[in-house]
Nanobody
Framework: QVQLVESGGGLVQPGGSLRLSCAAS???????IGWFRQAPGNEREGVSC??????YYLDSVKGRFTISRGSAKNTVYLQMNSLKPEDTAVYYC????????????????WGKGTLVTVSS
């Protein structure tokens, strides 16, 4: 059984930064890890994925967000810079099968999410 816990969300002004963390209780080293977000009234969308050492990003966050694995290998981070109001959402991390591109259907474990609010 794998448990994923997100942290690091909060209220930030436009242009600000946050770093989200996804801490895993079980093995994630050999699996893809994805960050997703869901805004009120919207479907959950993939934001970023790290799989086989390759990082993938939603077009709207390219150049602003960076996904990385921690040195302890059981944590994955999402550094978010130049935040915009449209980035406001609950952010979730999830584990996918090895070599997955982090499509929602590929993910087998999900965290409960952390809220990011970008507002002045």
């Amino acid at each position: 059984q794998v448990q994923l816990v997100e942290s690091g969300g909060g209220l930030v002004q436009p242009g600000g930064s946050l770093r989200l963390s996804c801490a895993a209780s079980g093995g994630i080293l050999d699996y893809a890890i994805g960050w997703f977000r869901q805004a009120p009234g919207n479907e959950r969308e993939g934001v970023s994925c790290i799989s086989d050492g390759i990082a993938y990003y939603l077009d709207s966050v390219k150049g602003r967000f960076t996904i990385s694995r921690g040195s302890a290998k059981n944590t994955v981070y999402l550094q978010m810079n130049s935040l915009k109001p449209e980035d406001t959402a609950v952010y979730y991390c999830a584990r996918g099968y090895r070599s997955s591109r982090c499509l929602k259907g590929d993910m087998d474990y999900w965290g409960k999410g952390t809220l990011v609010t970008v507002s002045s």
